[in-house]
């Protein structure tokens, strides 16, 4: 959804803020982002969103969009920061390499599970 929202022609700025703030609010375990690790791949982009590619003809809008766009920055990087803590990522170590590392290992260790006993799994960890 904040892909979706965050669209390079018509972005929907505002609806981008209020899922990141929903993303940061849920309260998120390790086993969630090892399943679904495009989660912590869509911060990572999203910590580098520039605005649409199309600039605005009215000065002031073309403000509010970079404004908008730093916004979607900062709360993006504040929700992959809470993400990051949730791991002990080794100080000498990545967490991109170190996460990626975890979710191979995951994938591994879980790819004879059926999609209900993966679902399962997480329902007895929560």
Known sequence: ???SALHH????????????????????QPLMLKKNPEIVMTLRKVR????????ESDPKLHEKRLE????????ADTALKKIQSL?????????????QKMVDEFH???????????????????
Do not use: W
């Open 48 to 55: 580098k969103y520039i605005g649409p590619k199309t600039q």
């Open 9 to 28: 022609d018509e972005p929907d700025m505002a609806r981008s803020l209020i899922l990141i703030s929903e993303l940061h609010s849920l309260a998120i």
């Open 108 to 126: 591994v260790a879980t790819k004879d599970y059926e999609k209900e006993e993966l679902f399962q799994l997480e329902k007895l960890l929560l």
């Open 87 to 99: 791991f002990n990522t080794p100080p000498d170590v990545s967490f991109s390499k170190y996460f």
């Open 68 to 75: 908008d766009s730093l916004k979607i920055r900062l709360a």
């Open 1 to 3: 959804a904040i892909r």
